[in-house]
């Protein structure tokens, strides 16, 4: 995601814009493992590597775990265009 999208996400997110994608795609986010409250507000955990198939967590990198994006999940989740690290949404 390059600085114009990231741009884009927090307007979009101080404006209240895009509600309508943004509200769903935080509930899913809510229940993944990766999900970390922060004094930014959520993000997506760039720490952690997790096994989509069993969900599974670990603190390195291994074959077929896919890591957090590391995103401020209130302002990426306005973007009609941004997608989730691991498919979700």
Known sequence: ???S???NGHTNELLGLNKD???PRLKVCLRCPLY???IVGPICNNKLWLDVKTGKIS???KDGYKNGCG???DAKTTL???FCPI???
């Open 71 to 73: 995103c401020r999940l």
């Open 87 to 89: 498919g979700k949404w």
């Open 1 to 3: 995601m390059g600085i």
């Open 59 to 61: 603190l390195e990198k």
């Open 36 to 38: 970390k409250k922060t």
């Open 21 to 23: 994608i943004s509200i």
């Open 5 to 7: 999208a990231i741009l």
């Open 80 to 82: 009609p265009n941004a």
